[in-house]
């Protein structure tokens, strides 16, 4: 499967089996597509906490605020992923060009982890609705968590959505030659 095979794959699940655990070497294949993602200056400016059993099921009660997230408890697998200070080049970078490159960095890392995703099968979603106080209590963690992606295989009938894009002339403008 090429790059573009896997985009027009993946799709944010929200219809997870229960009944299907994540096998490790999925899990270490995802893992390890996020450790070679890359980052300003390979700074790396985030931990991912793995939470599965009754951890995931806390953290997944965390992001249901309002009702949201509601297939979120089904996922076998939550990946937290906290926000952790720039290395010193990358620090200076942002300072001087005003501009937060561990949110790109983390947004990166996250498409890393779900496009590597669909590749092994698995379906995901990405969730910017999170109680961050509970979930760091949750994972014990010191730094500001800011997604949690949830990671399991998608019930049978969860099928492949059609994907809504803007046109590639609304998207994309080239200059010169």
């Given amino acids: 499967m090429n790059f573009t095979e896997i985009a027009q794959l993946r799709q944010s699940c929200r ?17 390890e597509s996020a450790r070679l993602s890359p980052s300003a200056c ?5 931990h991912i906490t793995v939470c599965k059993g009754d951890a995931a099921k806390k ?16 996922a076998p ?9 720039y290395v010193a080049s990358a620090a200076l970078g942002a300072k001087v060009k ?4 561990r949110s790109i960095d983390i947004g990166i890392a996250a498409a890393y982890i779900t496009a590597e995703a669909a590749a092994q099968g698995l379906g995901s979603c990405i969730l910017g609705w999170l109680d961050d ?18 990671i399991g295989y998608p019930k049978p009938d969860d099928k492949l959505r059609a994907k809504t894009r ?10 010169g030659e």
Wanted: net charge negative; aromatic share 6%; with cysteine.
């Fill in 77 to 85: 697998v939550l990946l937290v992923l906290s926000e952790m200070p």
């Fill in 98 to 101: 005003k501009n937060d490159y």
């Fill in 166 to 175: 803007k046109d590639m002339d609304k998207l994309v403008k080239t200059v």
């Fill in 15 to 31: 219809a997870y089996d229960s009944s299907r655990e994540v096998e490790q070497t999925k899990l270490d294949s995802i893992l």
């Fill in 133 to 150: 106080s509970e979930i760091r209590s949750i994972c014990d963690l010191e730094h500001p968590v800011r997604l949690v992606i949830t």
């Fill in 59 to 74: 953290v997944a009660k965390a992001t249901q605020g309002m009702g949201m997230n509601k297939f979120a408890s089904d």
């Fill in 42 to 46: 390979n700074g790396q400016p985030y």
